[in-house]
């Protein structure tokens, strides 16, 4: 496919020359892999981050896509809501947080308009000036090749992004990125180094904080989390928690121990889809139980639905997380940093809920006003 010329032959961005499309996946990390200073006056400017190596803009872009919630959420963050144009898996990007955030909101109806952004048809028709997207993922799960990425990116407009969720794939032989040296990235992008920092700032002063009332280290549950998306499970796709993917950041962050420690199951993978039953699990015998898939549930919903059946399961029933109750919703799998905020506060209650109050009450451990503010730019 081809066309005349597009927004992005306006902005003049992509890759900086001599920067390799797909540098991370042979070469060494350069040492300057990192968020560059502000564009000022006009000025071209360079984000660097793998597998894209080094991108260049000659400027700011104003139309965006992004494949995950978690990458939409950092644009959100950092008050590019208006800018978005689809999203390429909107059946996983859980817009409701935003309701308790004075002011901030994303059009839900351009996420329905185009809800799985995958296919270079759809990256021209929304003719996007960034895209947030690991292009790895795009060859490894919809079969794009080398010269698609190339023909996109010389057409439309430059990816940047890097999939960090999990990290036991086996073609994502490149570097990893933490939750926030992500978002300091796609903040380079869009020049708002300021709101990145605010976010940093409230971040490390909520996660600290937390962390001070913590018990110690030995009174602390572990954790099994798994992935099943029916009311009535049977089997369980384990996830480990060493796995050190953004998808488990509130976990790590509260010190919980993986119930899988010591045994050689697998985490979740592209490659891995092996599941346990509930003799398997009964072996294991965790303490706190956490199932992705049921991000739509309210805490109540979930209770009295799939806790509601572990419960009168014959074997299930005998666990001790569900004799105790003590089986919850296991968050996203793509979180943002205003994700991350909301999942944090939501594990904290899950996981301790003496010290910071039940999961299905009203206590807030952090200011959505201040949050807010810094995506508003009233900061």
Known sequence: ?????????????????????????????????????????????????????????????????????????????????DGLTGVGGADRYYTYVYDELPGVSVDRGTIEAHPEVRTKEEFYELDSDLHLYDPGMLRNWFDWDRADVEEVRENVAPFLGNLIFRRSDEWHDYRYYTLYEAFERVAAAFDERERFEAFATLHDEFVAGIQAR???????????????????????????????????????????????????????????RGELDYENLAEIDPEVILVRGHERKSAAEFRDTVLAYMEDHPVGSELQAVRNGRVYRGGYLYQGPIHNLFLTERAAKQLYPEEFGDVTGDEQLFDRDRVADIVNGAF
């Open 214 to 272: 913590l018990p110690p280290a030995d009174e602390r549950p572990n954790v099994f989390l798994t992935f099943e998306g029916t009311d009535s499970p049977e089997t369980f796709s384990p996830y480990r928690l060493n796995d050190r993917g953004t998808s488990k950041k509130q976990w790590r962050d509260l010190g919980v121990s993986d119930a899988l420690a010591g045994t050689d199951i697998e985490n979740l993978s592209t490659t891995n």
């Open 1 to 81: 496919m081809s066309r005349g010329p597009t927004r992005r032959d306006v902005l003049g961005a992509g890759v900086a020359a001599g920067a390799g499309l797909f540098a991370g996946c042979t070469d060494s990390l350069p040492a300057s892999d990192g968020a560059p200073a502000s564009p000022t006056d006009g000025d071209a400017y360079t984000v660097t981050m793998q597998p894209m190596g080094t991108v260049e803009f000659d400027a700011v872009p104003e139309r965006w896509a992004a494949y995950d919630g978690g990458y939409a959420d950092m644009a959100v963050a950092l008050g590019q809501a």
